[in-house]
């Protein structure tokens, strides 16, 4: 099993532009996150799921989308990039509620100047 | 104030020495998690603890529900333990999401 992928590993954007980061896993987990990790700071939740067709907001929300139409695939939408997006993104998924281990994908850094 | 607090923020310590890296937190929680993140980058999740105690080769976690405290602990410390130890947890009412704590960092030197 590859286990959470993610894709891209790197990437800048110019503000104002728009772009997705991919995660997949291949576990069959019912729970999906997206989080993001600023310096200096804990990761906080921006979007999760808890299955096909079913998402809701975390911590951070603002300036991101999700769309959950597998099972395997959740991906991140970023809408008109700002500075303030600048940061490691990491997509993890667990079985069931987080009194499951989550296992984490290996993060997108992501630059937005 | 952060719900989750870590205790020290960095931390070096030889090869061998036992190491101590705490995390308090100020909510009522249903679980606790110890995670490792790798200098590369990677998050891996280490333990899962409601009470008591759990080992896993040389690193034991414990958990002071009463006093609203966990402790993580390496044994016979090596420098491939060198890596960022972060502590989240599950607050009541039972929800979906965890909440994280900054992390320590540890650097074991040989």
């Known amino acids: 099993n590859a286990g959470v992928t993610q894709t891209p590993k790197f990437r800048i954007l110019k503000i104002g532009q728009s772009m997705t980061l991919q995660c997949t896993q291949d576990?069959?987990?019912?729970?999906m996150y997206w989080y993001r990790q600023d310096p200096g700071m804990g990761l906080k939740l921006i979007y999760y799921s808890v299955g096909a067709g079913i998402t809701d907001k975390g911590e951070v929300p603002n300036g991101y989308n999700v769309s959950r139409s597998t099972t395997e695939d959740f991906p991140l939408r970023l809408e008109l990039a700002a500075p303030s997006q600048t940061s490691v993104y990491f997509c993890?998924?667990?079985?069931?509620?987080?009194?499951?281990?989550?296992?984490f994908g290996p993060g997108t850094r992501l630059t937005v100047l | 104030k952060n719900e989750v607090e870590q205790s020290p923020q960095n931390l070096t310590a030889q090869e061998g020495e036992f190491i101590t890296i705490n995390c308090s937190y100020s909510?009522?929680?249903?679980?606790l998690h110890w995670l490792q993140q790798h200098p590369g980058g990677g998050i891996v999740s280490l333990f899962m603890l409601s009470s008591g105690k759990k080992k896993h080769g040389r690193l034991i976690a414990t958990i002071n529900i009463q006093e609203k405290h966990s402790s993580l602990h390496i044994t016979a410390s090596h420098p491939r333990d060198s890596a960022v130890y972060i502590c989240a947890v599950r607050i009541l009412p039972y929800t979906d999401k965890l909440i994280f704590g900054t992390g320590t960092r540890l650097q074991v030197f040989p």
């Open positions: 576990m069959n987990h019912n729970y």
């Open positions: 909510v009522g929680i249903s679980a």
């Open positions: 993890a998924s667990s079985y069931y509620r987080v009194i499951h281990e989550q296992f």
